[in-house]
């Protein structure tokens, strides 16, 4: 049997929400459109893998209370700690901010911030994958 991973589903409680975070801190963008009044499914994907792995965001969904010591995330690599540091000052000024940058892995530097649904989203640089 052949597997392929086409897509991460999301339901969420504030669409438009979601969809302005993700394309501001991840570069996604909307590649299909599935809504009608607010409602409804939005994919998003990285511009040049519109094919690939996708984020679908449901509307009607809750919000997520994860404690702060809660690992699960989606990991978005970047091109340098610097990258980690804007985005992690951007976090912290939207109040967003979860895990300040550090070297959490040897040799990887990393933050995390949570989106406007509650999920975490971890942006990192030197993040070999998989991990030693």
């Given at each position: 049997?052949?597997?392929?991973?086409?897509?991460?589903?999301?339901?969420?409680?504030?669409?438009?929400?979601?969809?302005?975070?993700?394309?501001?801190?991840?570069?996604?963008?909307?590649?299909?459109?599935g809504t009608k009044?607010?409602?409804?499914?939005?994919?998003?994907?990285?511009?040049?893998?519109?094919?690939?792995?996708?984020?679908?965001?449901?509307?009607?969904?809750?919000?997520?209370?994860?404690?702060?010591?809660?690992?699960?995330?989606?990991?978005?690599?970047?091109?340098?700690?610097?990258?980690?540091?804007?985005?992690?000052?951007?976090?912290?000024?939207?109040?967003?901010?979860?895990?300040?940058?550090d070297e959490y892995?040897?040799?990887?530097?990393?933050?995390?911030?949570?989106?406007?649904?509650?999920?975490y989203v971890e942006?990192?640089?030197?993040?070999?994958?998989?991990?030693?």
């Open positions: 049997m052949s597997l392929t991973m086409t897509h991460i589903c999301l339901h969420v409680e504030n669409l438009l929400q979601c969809v302005t975070f993700y394309e501001r801190y991840c570069g996604l963008c909307v590649v299909k459109d009044g607010g409602e409804g499914s939005i994919y998003m994907a990285e511009r040049i893998q519109e094919n690939g792995i996708v984020f679908q965001l449901m509307s009607g969904g809750t919000k997520q209370h994860l404690s702060k010591s809660d690992n699960r995330h989606f990991g978005f690599v970047v091109d340098s700690r610097k990258t980690v540091d804007e985005i992690a000052k951007n976090a912290h000024a939207e109040d967003c901010l979860i895990w300040e940058p892995i040897p040799g990887a530097y990393l933050c995390t911030v949570k989106d406007p649904n509650g999920n942006f990192s640089f030197g993040h070999p994958m998989p991990p030693p």
